[in-house]
């Protein structure tokens, strides 16, 4: 299958991959990739055959991993590592800790005996830090390179361990450990070395968990400490840093120090600084744990590297020092100084304000907020602070504008040939008023003096004197009522002089079947409800909206009591008759329940709620031994006499007997009764009734894709929908088409509406493209954009489920008009084209006509139609004003068979056939205008001709130069 085809596609292309692969790893010298890289390229090494394998870090690599780097043309295996420092991490501990796969094969090697070649000096930390080293690796030797770093600015010592008896905090949600009073003290410990000039980059920050991690990165603003890389020791293997801040984070009463027992990590934490080792942590507790950490305690007490509080100095007044124990101490170097003031002499002259600062010494990056002292060549003041650059005086004062004269307050450093003038321009516009900009600025091109102007459809308005009502939408309410009752709420300009009216915005605001209101916009047929549907039993509750369809529960049904039971599904009608039996269950309240046998105990007590339980709705509440149940969908209590009756009773909607489809509702608060075990089957055959009308409205399925199909095709068939203006139009028509099998009745109406409607706006198309040279250009561009204009309107988004009979006959009403007014401009056209002479009674009807369309006023269809049978009897009068098409004439003449010379024209132009031999026998009345056609003894009645324009004849069949050309002249003598 295509499961197969792409598997063996799938190969085909990575072995290419591999080929080209190889092809660039056989002309290479070295090649470099991760262990996990040489098991996925198995195949291309075991081709390329290296002869010498390098492994660095080898010790931290799993020995699976390492094997699988090893090719058969392998000669010679360099492993390049430390065990002594990290191991490798098996993702399965239980590995690690029962099946040691935590040895490298490294370690392993030299654990069984192989001696390894050892690197002896190192070229990474100060004396004084890699003497921790020695207690690891005790002929270590130090490189002379490493002799000379600079010592660690405004801190005493190089490296020191600070000791405290915090105790730490477990964090459950990690699993890991943290340790408040460290985090604080590395991170302003942090903040001081910034301070002292040390770019971030250089300071890194270590800690033995997680869980401190992530608290150290919480207390590290982003703007303070960007730059700062802070990790676990675990992620640091391998790189190093001028600054090591380390936090150790265990301390707690049981002893327990966790990872910082095993020496491999402890070997990694203490030997990355290279400049500058800082260490925070219970030292004294770790000490009693390991003899490394003790070693190391004792070693660093000798050298007085060790203790409860770090001594910072001061770099300007060295002698000032500051003990600091804990985060709050750093205070007392609020700038990594100390609490003296700076009063350091800035080159504006003022002094530093700040508190001794031994980073910007030369003051390069220091603000003066002082007010500035410096003066405009006019005695003004800068108003700014010193730091920050003076710019053109800006304080105002009076000067004369050279391009108008006029005096303005300008600001004294600006020229004021560069100063735009703000008093208001007294010139007069052409409309004759003021102009409303200022003096500096252009004159206003666009009016706004409020005026009153009548607009083309006869309103009159206030609007701004530069808008014109030809190109302007009148803004007046439309007055008039729509199809379905309601007051139009667009305007005269949007609704177009009420020729295509926005669409209703009332609400439907009916009671559908399902008993919600409809949510819809005001329309003659409400469309499926899409409400969640409330239906539900004891079992379940239908997850469709609510004009789906719902599926029936095929749970069995729980109704059942002590004297009856129900053994169909719930979703069928109950076999069993409702039970009557007063219920002998005790309420909460230690009272008999008020409810029957079998059905759910009402919450009311006749005893606690007496007043509640005996209101009078019906008049049996307060009888005694009165019975009540309780409907679940709203919780009210009615009496089960009175709701037996009112269930069991008709949903009568007039008086001719008509019954209603619908719910029955609570008597008290009319929610509609979904779920009551003893009137189930009255429900039941409501909602039966309710899925049928569902059905019926959205129709069934086969229906829906049959028709949706269908049209589906016609649009695919459509050839005009391919062109370019058409694109929007297609595309949305085809997004319809995605989901079929959601479609509802409605929607599919109206896709084929909006399908026919693009239809006959592209025959009007064809119509003006094939008689274009019966319109004008202008004309073309006016009616093109009308077309444009109503295709839009036609795919408008909100036709998505609906259209309304009201947008449905406007449309197809202004789609009349537009072709009504295409044929009137082409009659027009025609009319000066001939020079054709009208009548009196013509010209006023054609006058009339055109004007009615330059208003834009409504037309009825009727009054449309009307001046269509105008048009139409013009156009017969004048047969001149509808020539017909070449293709149209050779129709014809194929049509009616006769030979050529067969064809005449009344006197105003109408055509006709004379049969047999052509020559006019019989006479005649023209069906066009009434007029004498034909003749008598072959001659053509008064104002009749031959027509050659018809069948392209040289003369009349009956005729002179027709008898002439049944004989050949050249043998006549």
Same mark, same amino acid.
């Given at each position: 299958?295509?499961?197969?085809?792409?598997?063996?596609?799938?190969?085909?292309?990575?072995?290419?991959?591999?080929?080209?692969?190889?092809?660039?790893?056989?002309?290479?010298?070295?090649?470099?990739?991760?262990?996990?890289?040489?098991?996925?390229?198995?195949?291309?090494?075991?081709?390329?055959?290296? &002869?010498?394998?390098?492994?660095?870090?080898?010790?931290?690599?799993?020995?699976? /991993?390492?094997?699988?780097?090893?090719?058969?043309?392998?000669?010679?295996?360099?492993?390049?590592?430390?065990?002594?420092?990290?191991?490798?991490?098996?993702?399965?501990?239980?590995?690690?800790?029962?099946?040691?796969?935590?040895?490298?094969?490294?370690?392993?090697?030299?654990?069984?005996?192989?001696?390894?070649?050892?690197?002896?000096?190192?070229?990474?930390?100060?004396?004084?830090?890699?003497?921790?080293?020695?207690?690891?690796?005790?002929?270590?030797?130090?490189?002379?390179?490493?002799?000379?770093?600079?010592?660690?600015?405004?801190?005493?010592?190089?490296?020191?361990?600070?000791?405290?008896?915090?105790?730490?905090?477990? *964090?459950?949600?990690?699993?890991?450990?943290?340790?408040?009073?460290?985090?604080?003290?590395?991170?302003?410990?942090?903040?001081?070395?910034?301070?002292?000039?040390?770019?971030?980059?250089?300071?890194?920050?270590?800690?033995?968990?997680?869980?401190?991690?992530?608290?150290?990165?919480?207390?590290?603003?982003?703007?303070?400490?960007?730059?700062?890389?802070?990790?676990?020791?675990?992620?640091?293997?391998?790189?190093?840093?001028?600054?090591?801040?380390?936090?150790?984070?265990?301390?707690?009463?049981?002893?327990?120090?966790?990872?910082?027992?095993?020496?491999?990590?402890?070997?990694?934490?203490?030997?990355?600084?290279?400049?500058?080792?800082?260490?925070?942590?219970?030292?004294?507790?770790?000490?009693?744990?390991?003899?490394?950490?003790?070693?190391?305690?004792?070693?660093?007490?000798?050298?007085?590297?060790?203790?409860?509080?770090?001594?910072?100095?001061?770099?300007?007044?060295?002698?000032?020092?500051?003990?600091?124990?804990?985060?709050?101490?750093?205070?007392?170097?609020?700038?990594?100084?100390?609490?003296?003031?700076?009063?350091?002499?800035?080159?504006?002259?003022?002094?530093?304000?700040?508190?001794?600062?031994?980073?910007?010494?030369? /003051?390069?990056?220091? &603000?003066?907020?002082?007010?500035?002292?410096?003066?405009?060549?006019?005695?003004?003041?800068?108003?700014?602070?010193?730091?920050?650059?003076?710019?053109?005086?800006?304080?105002?004062?009076?000067?004369?504008?050279?391009?108008?004269?006029?005096?303005?307050?300008?600001?004294?450093?600006?020229?004021?040939?560069?100063?735009?003038?703000?008093?208001?321009?007294?010139?007069?516009?052409?409309?004759?008023?003021?102009?409303?900009?200022?003096?500096?600025?252009?004159?206003?091109?666009?009016?706004?003096?409020?005026?009153?102007?009548?607009?083309?459809? @006869?309103?009159?308005?206030?609007?701004?004197?530069?808008?014109?009502?030809?190109?302007?939408?009148?803004?007046?309410?439309?007055?008039?009522?729509?199809?379905?009752?309601?007051?139009?709420?667009?305007?005269?300009?949007?609704?177009?002089?009420?020729? =295509?009216?926005?669409?209703?915005?009332?609400?439907?605001?009916?009671?559908?079947?399902?008993?919600?209101?409809?949510?819809?916009?005001?329309?003659?047929?409400?469309?499926?409800?899409?409400?969640?549907?409330?239906?539900?039993?004891?079992?379940?509750?239908?997850? /469709?909206?609510? @004009?789906?369809?719902?599926?029936?529960?095929?749970?069995?049904?729980?109704?059942?009591?002590?004297?009856?039971?129900?053994?169909?599904?719930?979703?069928?009608?109950?076999?069993?008759?409702?039970?009557?039996?007063?219920?002998?269950? &005790?309420?909460?309240?230690?009272?008999?329940?008020?409810?029957?046998?079998?059905?759910?105990?009402?919450?009311?007590?006749?005893?606690?709620?007496?007043?509640?339980?005996?209101?009078?709705?019906?008049?049996?509440?307060?009888?005694?031994?009165?019975?009540?149940?309780?409907?679940?969908?709203?919780?009210?209590?009615?009496?089960?006499?009175?709701?037996?009756?009112?269930?069991?009773?008709?949903?009568?909607?007039?008086?001719?007997?008509?019954?209603?489809?619908?719910?029955?509702?609570?008597?008290?608060? #009319?929610?509609?009764?979904?779920?009551?075990?003893?009137?189930?089957?009255?429900?039941?055959?409501?909602?039966?009734?309710?899925?049928?009308?569902?059905?019926?409205?959205?129709?069934?399925?086969?229906?829906?894709?049959?028709?949706?199909? =269908?049209? #589906?095709?016609?649009? #695919?068939?459509?050839?005009?929908?391919?062109?370019?203006?058409?694109?929007?139009?297609?595309?949305?028509?085809?997004?319809?088409?995605?989901?079929?099998? /959601?479609?509802? =009745?409605?929607?599919?109406?109206?896709?084929?509406?909006?399908?026919?409607?693009?239809?006959?706006?592209?025959?009007?198309?064809?119509?003006?493209?094939?008689?274009?040279?019966?319109?004008?250009?202008?004309?073309?561009?006016?009616?093109?954009?009308?077309?444009?204009?109503?295709?839009?309107?036609?795919?408008?988004?909100?036709?998505?489920?609906?259209?309304?009979?009201?947008?449905?006959?406007?449309?197809?009403?202004?789609?009349?008009?537009?072709?009504?007014?295409?044929?009137?401009?082409?009659?027009?056209?025609?009319?000066?084209?001939?020079?054709?002479?009208?009548?009196?009674?013509?010209?006023?009807?054609?006058?009339?006509?055109?004007?009615?369309?330059?208003?834009?006023?409504?037309?009825?269809?009727?009054?449309?139609?009307?001046?269509?049978?105008?048009?139409?009897?013009?156009?017969?009068?004048?047969?001149?004003?509808?020539?017909?098409?070449?293709?149209?004439?050779?129709?014809?003449?194929?049509?009616?068979?006769?030979?050529?010379?067969?064809?005449?024209?009344?006197?105003?132009?109408?055509?006709?056939?004379? @049969?047999?031999?052509?020559?006019?026998?019989?006479?005649?009345?023209?069906?066009?205008?009434?007029?004498?056609?034909?003749?008598? *003894?072959?001659?053509?009645?008064?104002?009749?001709?031959?027509?050659?324009?018809?069948?392209?004849?040289?003369?009349?069949?009956?005729?002179?130069?027709?008898?002439?050309? *049944?004989?050949?002249?050249?043998?006549?003598?």
């Amino acid at each position: 299958g295509l499961q197969k085809d792409y598997e063996a596609l799938a190969e085909e292309f990575e072995e290419l991959g591999h080929e080209e692969d190889l092809s660039v790893l056989q002309d290479a010298t070295v090649i470099g990739m991760t262990t996990t890289a040489a098991a996925r390229y198995r195949k291309v090494l075991e081709r390329v055959s290296p &002869k010498i394998i390098v492994v660095e870090e080898a010790a931290e690599v799993l020995e699976a /991993h390492i094997i699988t780097t090893l090719t058969r043309g392998c000669e010679h295996l360099i492993l390049i590592g430390d065990h002594q420092q990290l191991r490798p991490n098996p993702t399965v501990y239980k590995l690690a800790k029962d099946f040691n796969l935590d040895y490298s094969l490294f370690e392993r090697m030299v654990k069984n005996g192989l001696h390894p070649h050892t690197l002896s000096t190192q070229h990474r930390m100060r004396p004084e830090i890699s003497v921790l080293m020695k207690h690891i690796y005790p002929t270590l030797l130090d490189h002379e390179s490493v002799m000379n770093f600079d010592t660690i600015s405004g801190i005493d010592k190089n490296i020191f361990f600070i000791n405290h008896n915090k105790e730490e905090i477990h *964090n459950e949600e990690l699993l890991s450990h943290a340790n408040a009073h460290e985090a604080e003290y590395v991170v302003a410990l942090c903040r001081y070395l910034i301070q002292q000039g040390y770019d971030k980059s250089r300071i890194t920050i270590l800690t033995t968990y997680k869980g401190q991690l992530y608290k150290l990165k919480g207390m590290m603003k982003k703007n303070v400490f960007e730059g700062v890389r802070v990790t676990v020791v675990d992620n640091f293997q391998g790189e190093e840093n001028d600054i090591i801040l380390l936090s150790l984070v265990r301390s707690n009463r049981d002893g327990s120090i966790g990872f910082l027992s095993i020496s491999n990590r402890v070997c990694v934490a203490l030997s990355r600084a290279r400049m500058g080792f800082y260490c925070i942590g219970n030292i004294s507790m770790l000490a009693k744990k390991t003899e490394l950490w003790s070693n190391i305690k004792v070693d660093m007490e000798e050298r007085g590297c060790i203790g409860q509080h770090l001594m910072l100095r001061c770099q300007i007044h060295p002698d000032t020092a500051i003990e600091a124990r804990s985060a709050n101490d750093f205070k007392a170097a609020p700038e990594g100084g100390c609490t003296r003031d700076c009063d350091v002499r800035l080159k504006c002259g003022h002094r530093c304000r700040l508190p001794c600062h031994p980073a910007d010494r030369e /003051h390069k990056e220091y &603000k003066c907020y002082e007010k500035c002292p410096m003066k405009c060549d006019q005695d003004h003041a800068c108003p700014k602070y010193c730091w920050e650059d003076c710019g053109p005086c800006k304080v105002p004062v009076p000067k004369i504008i050279p391009s108008c004269g006029h005096e303005q307050m300008v600001p004294c450093g600006v020229n004021p040939a560069e100063f735009r003038c703000r008093k208001p321009c007294e010139k007069i516009l052409q409309c004759d008023h003021q102009c409303q900009n200022n003096c500096g600025n252009p004159c206003t091109d666009a009016c706004k003096v409020q005026v009153t102007k009548e607009w083309p459809c @006869g309103h009159n308005a206030i609007t701004d004197c530069h808008r014109n009502p030809k190109t302007t939408p009148c803004r007046h309410p439309c007055p008039q009522q729509l199809e379905c009752g309601h007051l139009c709420q667009g305007t005269c300009g949007s609704c177009l002089q009420g020729r =295509l009216h926005v669409p209703c915005r009332n609400g439907c605001g009916r009671n559908l079947v399902c008993s919600h209101q409809c949510s819809f916009p005001c329309t003659s047929d409400c469309p499926p409800c899409r409400m969640p549907c409330e239906n539900r039993c004891f079992h379940s509750r239908c997850q /469709h909206q609510c @004009g789906d369809p719902c599926p029936p529960c095929n749970e069995p049904c729980e109704w059942h009591c002590r004297h009856h039971q129900c053994t169909r599904l719930c979703g069928e009608m109950c076999n069993r008759l409702p039970c009557n039996k007063p219920c002998r269950k &005790k309420l909460p309240c230690r009272h008999p329940c008020i409810g029957l046998c079998g059905e759910p105990c009402p919450t009311k007590c006749r005893v606690c709620n007496h007043e509640e339980v005996t209101t009078i709705l019906f008049g049996t509440e307060d009888e005694r031994g009165a019975r009540f149940i309780q409907l679940e969908d709203c919780g009210h209590v009615v009496e089960v006499s009175v709701l037996d009756m009112y269930m069991t009773q008709k949903n009568l909607t007039d008086e001719t007997g008509t019954v209603s489809i619908q719910l029955k509702v609570c008597p008290w608060c #009319k929610t509609p009764i979904r779920r009551n075990l003893r009137y189930s089957n009255f429900i039941k055959e409501a909602l039966a009734d309710i899925e049928e009308v569902k059905r019926k409205v959205r129709g069934s399925t086969d229906e829906i894709l049959e028709q949706a199909t =269908l049209i #589906k095709e016609q649009v #695919k068939a459509a050839s005009f929908l391919t062109e370019s203006g058409n694109t929007k139009a297609r595309l949305k028509l085809e997004d319809k088409f995605v989901a079929m099998d /959601h479609l509802t =009745l409605g929607e599919v109406a109206v896709i084929q509406i909006q399908f026919e409607f693009l239809t006959v706006i592209d025959d009007y198309n064809k119509m003006m493209r094939n008689r274009k040279g019966s319109l004008t250009a202008a004309d073309r561009l006016l009616f093109q954009r009308r077309l444009d204009l109503l295709k839009t309107k036609v795919m408008d988004d909100r036709f998505k489920y609906r259209m309304s009979d009201q947008e449905i006959n406007d449309l197809h009403r202004e789609l009349k008009r537009v072709h009504l007014e295409v044929n009137l401009s082409m009659l027009t056209f025609g009319i000066r084209k001939h020079r054709v002479a009208l009548s009196q009674q013509e010209s006023t009807e054609i006058h009339d006509l055109q004007a009615i369309f330059d208003l834009g006023a409504f037309v009825s269809s009727d009054d449309l139609d009307k001046g269509k049978a105008v048009l139409e009897s013009i156009r017969r009068r004048h047969p001149e004003l509808s020539p017909l098409t070449k293709e149209q004439k050779a129709e014809i003449v194929r049509a009616i068979g006769l030979s050529k010379g067969h064809w005449y024209k009344c006197p105003n132009g109408h055509f006709y056939a004379i @049969g047999e031999c052509g020559g006019a026998n019989q006479g005649g009345r023209c069906p066009d205008c009434g007029l004498a056609i034909g003749g008598q *003894n072959h001659r053509l009645a008064e104002g009749n001709v031959h027509a050659p324009e018809m069948d392209n004849s040289p003369y009349a069949a009956w005729s002179e130069a027709a008898n002439l050309n *049944n004989f050949n002249l050249d043998n006549l003598v």
